[in-house]
């Protein structure tokens, strides 16, 4: 469905396999949620692998097409210049400062995945279930419902980018990471998830969803594999008795230890090696 001089505001949704457009481009604003399915969205120089719940924000000074791995189903929420500049009476103090076409236009938005959490999931799916469900009933263009509807979608855009943002004025990244988490293994406390995030000024969500994004595997995974790998290394020196190896990481006590190591290596600490 292409959008028209005369259509502010248009929604359009459907299921590929194989997607229809070449590499292009508009001359208005898209905001693109995937509903279901898995592939690559390649937008300028970036590729971002997509899945089910994400969603991009392309501005006519983008070029992207998407290449489809598994089925996709796609809602595209298309508009022009004209649909918020014709609304004002509508708008937040904030919107005055920054228009959502200028936000549109945010390099962040171009280069990454949108990382939202699971509260913010939710709202996203509803949100774009509610614009989906309004469409075909009026002129959406003119509903102040939809309006409104549509303004929640940035506002979820705006504070995903402000962590993101966040993220990248820390400095924080693969290296800083696992020397912080190697540094603090010893300590329980320090390698919880929220004392980890904290450290590096950024949500705790978050955190979650880029360290399994970078590295392969959740971060508690990662940690108790760590934790175990050491603990195996210590066992297998045979120079510190269990009840030590509990101390130096942590451990309530050696019993503690001991049903930690046999709910991962399905033996105990005291076994390990022998034989």
């Known amino acids: ?115 939202l959490g699971d509260d913010c999931h939710t709202i996203l799916r509803n949100t774009v279930e509610n614009i989906t469900a309004y469409n075909g009933r009026t002129d959406i263009s003119t509903s102040p419902i939809i309006f409104f509807q549509i303004l929640s979608i940035f506002g979820l855009l705006k504070e995903a980018t402000e962590k993101m943002q966040a993220v990248q004025s820390t400095g924080i990244d693969n290296n800083n990471v696992i020397a912080y988490v190697h540094q603090h293994i010893y300590f329980p406390d320090k390698v919880q998830v929220k004392e980890i995030a904290a450290h590096f000024a950024i949500a705790p969500t978050y955190f979650s969803a880029w360290f399994k994004r970078n590295f392969g595997l959740t971060y508690r995974d990662y940690i108790n594999n760590l934790r175990i790998r050491l603990i195996e290394q210590r066992i297998a020196g045979r120079n510190m008795p269990i009840k030590q190896i509990a101390h130096e990481f942590g451990f309530t006590d050696e019993s503690h230890l001991s049903n930690y190591f046999k709910k991962r290596k399905n033996i105990k600490p005291s076994a390990f090696g022998k034989g």
């Open 1 to 115: 469905m292409k959008l028209n001089q005369f259509a502010l505001l248009m929604l359009d949704e459907f299921e590929e396999e194989k997607f229809h457009l070449p590499v292009h481009s508009h001359t208005y604003y898209e905001l693109i949620y995937i509903k279901k399915g898995e592939g690559i969205h390649h937008i300028n120089e970036s590729r971002l692998t997509y899945k089910a719940g994400d969603l991009f924000a392309i501005s006519p000074d983008d070029s992207h097409y998407f290449d489809i791995h598994s089925s996709t189903r796609f809602v595209f929420i298309k508009f022009t210049d004209s649909y918020f500049s014709s609304k004002k009476n509508l708008y937040t103090d904030d919107m005055l400062m920054n228009t959502p076409e200028q936000f549109m236009r945010n390099k962040l938005l171009k280069e990454h995945v949108l990382q």
